[in-house]
């Protein structure tokens, strides 16, 4: 197979998972602005997931967060996204929204708040078991405002415990993502702040426990491509939540931002075999003021243009450039594929996967916009912002 063919068989074959919450209306603390014909269900985030999925052809599952996204049902629920043509994929816990958790969560002082937290996540589990889904992903607000407020070893001992007791009641092929933040909404201390923390916690519990990189949740000028190079490494990288920042954790438009931060992730993804190796491509993203649909199209096809440049490095050449100290020769092999326009390629991809080669006109064309317009009203708020 040429390189060229082989970049294209990846492309086509690459998956990006959406996230429910994107779908619904979101904001600030300032304000939610909502939108006209936005989901009122879970099935409704269903339905319009499965368009992004049809004009894509690669965002295939889509992310579920409980309790925003609780029914009766979840195996109807499963049976609905297929219908649509779509799966269900990770489970998101939610210990960041109940008057109980204001000093934190799985490692708050009391043990019944502890308790309440740890049976959440443990029903997140018996859900998975309901919607086939193979990944729980883990994201905790815990963390203190002040010095002093709580002891921090002791907030680690806690959560180290509660970690295990999740940890020790996934089913044959489930796994647990921990994911990092640096602040917020914690200002003093977090809990689990960084890779490292998460990547200690996940090797002391095993191989199912691996790391999420949020791209949004990092100190500005971090080297995110050197985390992602070494979870690899360590065969610790479960996923990623990509999103962009300008300033904290924006969950703006992945690569809308930082292109080229998004394209040196994705050459580190390509080198450390991140195609192959089980991690998760899902957008952790809201859509506050732009219309959702189209958004979300426009961020899977951000991320498909940035895995296209990182496809087209040419990994002999940059080799030899390493190999004999060439520096200028060496950033020029990865600049070159950095500033190739990927998009007639990527047109002919979606051509030859009997797709439109255009997602987004072929989506306003579809009528779907004016449809849900129509058809829904009132429809409901993601939870951010609430
Ligand atoms: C929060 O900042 C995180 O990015 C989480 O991934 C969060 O859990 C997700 O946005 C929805 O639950
Ligand atoms: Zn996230
Ligand atoms: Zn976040």
């Given at each position: 197979?040429t390189?060229?063919?082989?970049?294209?068989?990846?492309?086509?074959?690459?998956?990006?998972?959406?996230?429910?919450?994107?779908?619904?209306?979101?904001?600030?603390?300032?304000?939610?602005?909502?939108?006209?014909?936005?989901p009122?269900?879970?099935?409704?985030?269903?339905?319009?997931?499965a368009?992004?999925?049809?004009?894509?052809?690669?965002?295939?599952s889509?992310?579920?967060?409980?309790p925003?996204?609780?029914?009766?049902?979840?195996?109807a629920?499963?049976?609905?996204?297929?219908?649509?043509?779509v799966?269900?994929?990770?489970?998101?816990s939610?210990?960041?929204?109940?008057?109980?958790?204001?000093?934190?969560?799985?490692?708050?002082?009391?043990a019944?708040?502890r308790?309440?937290?740890?049976d959440?996540?443990?029903?997140?589990?018996?859900?998975?078991?309901?919607?086939?889904?193979?990944?729980?992903?883990?994201?905790?607000?815990?963390?203190t405002?002040?010095?002093?407020?709580?002891?921090?070893?002791?907030?680690?001992?806690?959560?180290?415990?509660?970690?295990?007791?999740?940890?020790e009641?996934?089913?044959?092929?489930?796994?647990?993502?921990?994911?990092?933040?640096?602040?917020?909404?914690?200002?003093?201390?977090?809990?689990?702040?960084d890779?490292?923390?998460?990547?200690a916690?996940?090797l002391?519990?095993?191989?199912?426990?691996?790391?999420?990189?949020?791209?949004?949740?990092?100190?500005?000028?971090?080297?995110?491509?050197?985390?992602?190079?070494?979870?690899?490494?360590?065969e610790?990288l479960?996923g990623?939540d990509?999103?962009?920042?300008f300033?904290?954790?924006?969950?703006?438009?992945?690569?809308?931002?930082?292109?080229?931060?998004?394209?040196?992730?994705?050459?580190?993804?390509v080198?450390?075999?991140?195609?192959?190796?089980?991690?998760a491509f899902?957008?952790?993203?809201?859509?506050?003021?732009?219309?959702?649909?189209?958004?979300?199209?426009?961020?899977?096809?951000?991320?498909?243009?940035?895995?296209?440049k990182?496809?087209?490095v040419?990994?002999?050449?940059?080799a030899?450039?390493?190999?004999?100290?060439?520096?200028?020769?060496?950033?020029a092999?990865?600049?070159?594929?950095?500033?190739?326009?990927v998009?007639p390629?990527?047109?002919?991809?979606?051509e030859?996967?009997?797709l439109d080669?255009?997602?987004?006109?072929a989506?306003?064309?579809?009528?779907?916009?004016?449809?849900?317009?129509?058809e829904?009203?009132?429809?409901?708020q993601?939870?951010w912002?609430?």
């Amino acid at each position: 197979m040429t390189e060229l063919a082989a970049a294209k068989a990846a492309l086509k074959t690459q998956a990006v998972e959406t996230p429910s919450w994107a779908y619904a209306n979101s904001g600030t603390r300032f304000k939610v602005f909502a939108q006209q014909g936005v989901p009122r269900t879970p099935q409704e985030k269903l339905d319009d997931a499965a368009k992004v999925h049809e004009f894509t052809g690669v965002a295939p599952s889509v992310a579920l967060h409980i309790p925003w996204d609780k029914v009766d049902d979840y195996t109807a629920l499963a049976e609905h996204a297929e219908d649509r043509g779509v799966r269900l994929g990770t489970i998101n816990s939610n210990t960041f929204q109940d008057d109980a958790y204001r000093l934190g969560s799985v490692c708050h002082p009391d043990a019944a708040v502890r308790r309440k937290a740890v049976d959440h996540l443990l029903e997140c589990v018996d859900i998975m078991d309901a919607t086939g889904s193979t990944d729980l992903k883990l994201w905790f607000a815990d963390g203190t405002n002040y010095p002093g407020q709580d002891d921090i070893r002791a907030r680690q001992d806690r959560l180290a415990e509660a970690l295990t007791e999740v940890y020790e009641r996934l089913g044959e092929g489930q796994r647990m993502l921990l994911e990092y933040k640096l602040f917020e909404p914690a200002f003093y201390t977090t809990d689990v702040p960084d890779w490292g923390t998460a990547y200690a916690h996940c090797l002391k519990l095993g191989p199912r426990a691996q790391v999420v990189v949020d791209t949004g949740h990092h100190a500005p000028g971090t080297n995110i491509e050197f985390i992602v190079a070494t979870l690899l490494r360590e065969e610790r990288l479960g996923g990623f939540d990509f999103n962009s920042r300008f300033y904290a954790d924006d969950d703006l438009m992945v690569g809308s931002a930082d292109p080229f931060q998004l394209f040196r992730i994705m050459h580190e993804v390509v080198r450390g075999g991140g195609f192959t190796s089980g991690t998760a491509f899902m957008l952790d993203q809201c859509h506050n003021i732009e219309a959702k649909i189209p958004a979300i199209i426009r961020s899977v096809m951000n991320v498909q243009e940035a895995t296209a440049k990182a496809l087209l490095v040419d990994a002999g050449a940059l080799a030899a450039a390493q190999a004999s100290g060439d520096v200028l020769g060496a950033n020029a092999v990865l600049m070159d594929a950095y500033n190739t326009d990927v998009r007639p390629l990527l047109r002919e991809v979606r051509e030859e996967s009997g797709l439109d080669p255009d997602p987004l006109t072929a989506y306003a064309r579809s009528g779907w916009a004016e449809k849900i317009v129509a058809e829904r009203v009132g429809g409901e708020q993601a939870g951010w912002g609430a």
